[in-house]
T-cell receptor, first 113, second 113 residues
Framework: AQSVTQPDIHITVSEGASLELRCNYSYGATPYLFWYVQSPGQGLQLLLKYFSGDTLVQGIKGFEAEFKRSQSSFNLRKPSVHWSDAAEYFC???????????FGAGTTVTVRA | ETGVTQTPRHLVMGMTNKKSLKCEQHLGHNAMYWYKQSAKKPLELMFVYNFKEQTENNSVPSRFSPECPNSSHLFLHLHTLQPEDSALYLCASSQNTGANVLTFGAGSRLTVL
């Protein structure tokens, strides 16, 4: 079985402050990992992905994520948030044996001025 | 147009109606997907098509009937739906069904009265 946990349902952050969104998964082998963002009324847009290699990956819009195998985590970070980063963020895990993709329930980010 | 386009963006239907959702991708991908997105729940995979052939039906009720006439088009035919079927229905595509990134459409917001 595989599950993806995003422990924080909702995070509020001030504009200019740093942001970290948590993602944990349960899967025996090394998976492929993704972060998607969904703005209101829109579909999901890929922020970044990890397939192999450097465990710190850079994405679009100034986001980065770090894969930590020992913690089964793939946390998303941004050093300084902008008001336009207010959205819902989804972590996704793709099993490397059968390519089954699972999503977390999402974290809603609110940015206050 | 580029990317993945879904129509209609919004749909309201009664429980006895028959309607269809349409998805079109202009990315040259071979795999297409239907997902159901309900508030604060992980995305639920409904159907997968690869080279026009259905490769996955995730125990979806028969009141949802997919159709994939070619690799660029995907339909979801709806009939005798229930109010609990109200959700955002997302279409996605990928190069194939292996270790690939999904590109999502903006979704069709369905309300069943």
């Amino acid at each position: 079985a595989q599950s993806v946990t995003q422990p924080d349902i909702h995070i509020t952050v001030s504009e200019g402050a740093s942001l970290e969104l948590r993602c944990n998964y349960s899967y025996g082998a090394t998976p492929y990992l993704f972060w998607y963002v969904q703005s209101p009324g829109q579909g999901l847009q890929l922020l970044l992905k990890y397939f192999s290699g450097d465990t710190l990956v850079q994405g679009i819009k100034g986001f980065e994520a770090e894969f930590k195998r020992s913690q089964s985590s793939f946390n998303l970070r941004k050093p300084s948030v902008h008001w336009s980063d207010a959205a819902e963020y989804f972590c996704a895990v793709l099993r490397s044996n059968d390519y089954k993709l699972s999503f977390g329930a999402g974290t809603t980010v609110t940015v206050r001025a | 147009e580029t990317g993945v386009t879904q129509t209609p963006r919004h749909l309201v239907m009664g429980m006895t109606n028959k309607k269809s959702l349409k998805c079109e991708q202009h990315l040259g991908h071979n795999a297409m997907y239907w997902y159901k997105q309900s508030a604060k729940k992980p995305l639920e995979l409904m159907f997968v098509y690869n080279f026009k052939e259905q490769t996955e039906n995730n125990s979806v009720p028969s009141r949802f009937s997919p159709e994939c006439p070619n690799s660029s088009h995907l339909f979801l035919h709806l009939h005798t739906l229930q109010p609990e079927d109200s959700a955002l229905y997302l279409c996605a595509s990928s190069q194939n069904t292996g270790a690939n990134v999904l590109t999502f459409g903006a979704g069709s917001r369905l309300t069943v009265l």
